[in-house]
């Protein structure tokens, strides 16, 4: 019965690597987000899909930003040449849901990203 | 856009009765969730409302009014324990729109 899943939990990066977070959803649910949680914030999303498709990617902040879900499972988002401005809780949802109306989004507990 | 506003912090007495109001313009409206997030940890579901009214579950209730853009989450007999920061999203197609959270403090 496990939840959705996020890897590393923690992430310390100097300013210019590359970084690649992990969010393992929970079996069987077709819907996947990210989004970024900023100190003091509320999630901003990023981008969705739905089974191996990336339906939207207009939240991604910069082209540094990349996001993929080959088998339709899991995911991972990588960050090329990182900056400061990265520096945020990256959280992963998934849904069983496509869309409509009530798509409760269960949430991992986020990737702690800090950029020095 | 989307605009979604919710008080930054609230103080509340254990065994009180606190009301978070959350007020949304959204370009769409497909539902209102409110998610609590202790620090640290993954934001959890808490309630759903997409007609007016009002959804009660257990100690939790949630109110809305479309017409008025408005949404507010009432917690009964406080705990301890609920001292996190509440999430007022609107789902206006598949994301969630979220609020910038209200940090509860529950004081003995």
């Known amino acids: 019965g496990a939840g959705v899943s996020q890897s590393p939990r923690y992430k310390v990066a100097k300013r210019g690597q590359d970084v690649a977070l992990r969010c393992d959803p929970i079996s069987g649910h077709v819907s996947l987000f990210w989004y970024q949680q900023a100190l003091g914030q509320g999630p901003e999303f990023l981008t969705y899909?739905?089974?191996?498709?990336?339906?939207?990617k207009s939240g991604l902040p910069s082209d540094r930003f990349f996001a993929e879900r080959p088998e339709g499972s899991v995911s991972t988002l990588k960050i090329q040449r990182t900056q400061q401005e990265d520096s945020a809780v990256y959280l992963c949802?998934?849904?069983?849901?496509?869309?409509?109306?009530?798509?409760?989004?269960?949430f991992g507990p986020g990737t702690r990203l800090t950029v020095l | 856009g989307q605009n979604i506003d919710q008080p930054t912090e609230m103080t509340a007495t254990e065994g009180a009765i606190v009301q978070i109001n959350c007020t949304y313009q959204?370009?769409?409206?497909?539902?209102l969730f409110w998610y609590q997030q202790h620090a640290g940890e993954a934001p959890t579901f808490l309630s759903y409302?997409?007609?007016?009214g009002l959804e009660e579950k257990g100690r939790f209730s949630s109110f809305l009014s479309r017409s008025k853009g408005y949404s507010y989450l009432l917690l009964k007999e406080l705990q301890m324990k609920d001292s996190a920061s509440y999430l007022c999203a609107v789902n206006s197609g598949y994301a969630l729109n979220f609020g910038k959270g209200t940090s509860l403090l529950v004081t003995p």
């Open positions: 959204t370009s769409g409206f497909n539902g």
């Open positions: 409302n997409v007609l007016d």
């Open positions: 899909f739905q089974n191996e498709a990336q339906l939207d």
């Open positions: 949802a998934s849904s069983p849901q496509t869309g409509g109306s009530y798509n409760e989004q269960f």
